[in-house]
C-alpha cells in the first residue's frame, strides 16, 4: 500500500513540474511576442497565431490553460500592453499598479 502512495505522489509532483515547464514555455511566447511587436508591431497577432496553432494548444493545455478564445484575447491584450513577463510578476510591478489603482 505504501508503495502505490510513493508512487502516486511522484506521479504528481512529475506532473507538476511538466506543468511549470509548459507555463515558462508559454511565457517564453509572450515574450518573444512583445519583443516581436516592439520591432515589428506585429505582437497581438503573433501570439494569437500561436494560441490557435495546433502546437500553441497543445502547449496551453499541458500548461493547465484551456485553449478558448477569451485566453487569446487576454494573451493579445497582455502583448499589446508590452510588458515583459519577468516585469509583469515582480512584486514591483503589482505594488506600483496597486498605488496607480488607488491613486485613480
Same mark, same amino acid.
Given at each position: 500500500?505504501?508503495? #502505490? @502512495?510513493?508512487? &502516486?505522489?511522484?506521479?504528481?509532483?512529475?506532473?507538476?513540474? !511538466?506543468?511549470?515547464? #509548459?507555463? !515558462? @514555455?508559454?511565457?517564453?511566447?509572450?515574450?518573444?511576442?512583445?519583443?516581436?511587436?516592439? =520591432?515589428?508591431?506585429?505582437?497581438?497577432?503573433?501570439?494569437?497565431r500561436w494560441?490557435? $496553432?495546433?502546437?500553441?494548444?497543445? +502547449?496551453?493545455?499541458?500548461?493547465?490553460?484551456?485553449?478558448?478564445?477569451? +485566453? @487569446? $484575447?487576454?494573451?493579445?491584450? #497582455? +502583448?499589446? =500592453?508590452? @510588458?515583459? &513577463?519577468?516585469?509583469?510578476? $515582480?512584486?514591483? *510591478?503589482?505594488?506600483?499598479?496597486?498605488?496607480?489603482? *488607488?491613486?485613480?
Amino acid at each position: 500500500m505504501g508503495e #502505490f @502512495v510513493d508512487g &502516486t505522489a511522484y506521479s504528481h509532483e512529475q506532473g507538476n513540474r !511538466a506543468r511549470k515547464l #509548459f507555463a !515558462a @514555455v508559454v511565457l517564453a511566447a509572450l515574450d518573444d511576442a512583445i519583443a516581436d511587436d516592439k =520591432k515589428y508591431g506585429n505582437g497581438p497577432e503573433q501570439i494569437a497565431r500561436w494560441a490557435r $496553432s495546433r502546437d500553441g494548444r497543445e +502547449v496551453l493545455s499541458c500548461a493547465g490553460i484551456d485553449p478558448n478564445e477569451r +485566453v @487569446v $484575447s487576454g494573451l493579445m491584450e #497582455f +502583448v499589446g =500592453k508590452g @510588458v515583459r &513577463t519577468s516585469v509583469a510578476l $515582480s512584486r514591483e *510591478e503589482s505594488e506600483r499598479r496597486n498605488q496607480q489603482a *488607488e491613486a485613480a
